[in-house]
């Protein structure tokens, strides 16, 4: 029996064939334990079977959102993360939507040697299975130019030529582009001190936002890998449902607290004490 609305301990290739039917899951986001760049309690990771299940599991027009990053062997990148996406590209089916980055602020990574600059980013390969059936854009970026009259505007053409586009006036704010920034450390991606326990969250603002953009109110959200849980949490807080998977125990008591200080202790959160169930 799958219920909705909890985090499970087990392996997550496994625990995906044996209980989550077909076409399931709307959204997934989650960040794996690429190469060796963090050390995970009971880690074990089949990329390419993970990869055959999320198809099977996704709705037609679901997401995934893959947060990742390589590993510097040698002064270089291995290029994982490329990898990966190739596969899920020619191997499994997904259509890679996106190339997105997850630019860090307050405390990038050290500087892996000296023959390099240093990194403070990531990747997130937004994935679809088909044509995408969701997408809210975040507008947020301001339109200098906001309440003027844009005038003289032209587009290019395939063969190189211009054309007039017409005059317009721009709105306050336009959607945001593909490399989306986010403040990282203690106290920064979130304020729950039990999640300092896990060695690797991405920020909240984060999941939230691809949360937001690729699934509607009531829709099952996915983390097969969930760690501190942060997936899981800030789906429950923009009313969507949500499974999450962790092989550790430790960590799947580190989402329970976070996810249980929200549900029974928060202002403004009302709880439904009878989970939501299926099959």
Not at 66 to 84: G, I, M, R
Not at 127 to 136: E, H, M, V
């Amino acid at each position: 029996m799958l219920e909705l609305n909890k985090v499970y301990c087990a392996e997550a290739v496994q625990f995906m064939k044996k209980y989550i039917p077909d076409n399931f899951i709307d959204l997934t986001v989650t960040s794996p334990p690429y190469d060796n760049l963090r050390d995970y309690n009971g880690y074990i990771f089949d990329f390419k079977s993970m990869a055959h299940e999320l198809y099977r599991v996704t709705k037609e027009g679901g997401i995934i959102v893959w947060v990742v990053a390589d590993e510097t062997k040698n002064f270089c990148e291995t290029l994982t993360s490329f990898k990966q996406a190739i596969y899920f590209k020619e191997q499994v089916g997904f259509n890679v939507l996106d190339t997105m980055i997850y630019k860090k602020i307050g405390s990038p990574s050290p500087y892996p040697n000296i023959r390099r600059y240093g990194n403070i980013f990531e990747y997130m390969f937004v994935l679809s299975k088909g044509k995408p059936k969701t997408f809210n854009p975040i507008k947020d970026r301001e339109n200098k130019s906001y309440g003027k009259i844009n005038k003289g505007n032209t587009t290019r053409q395939k063969d190189g030529t211009t054309k007039p586009a017409g005059d317009y006036i721009p709105k306050k704010f336009g959607m945001r582009y593909n490399v989306w920034e986010y403040h990282v450390g203690k106290n920064k991606d979130t304020k729950d001190e039990i999640a300092l326990k896990h060695p690797a969250r991405f920020p909240e603002k984060l999941a939230e936002d691809h949360i937001l953009t690729w699934s509607n109110e009531g829709d099952i959200v996915f983390d097969p890998m969930c760690g501190s849980g942060t997936t899981c949490k800030m789906a429950y807080l923009n009313n969507r449902k949500y499974i999450g998977i962790e092989i550790s125990q430790d960590y799947v008591n580190v989402a329970n607290e976070r996810l249980n200080n929200i549900k029974y202790n928060k202002i403004n959160i009302v709880f439904d004490c009878q989970q939501t169930k299926d099959l």
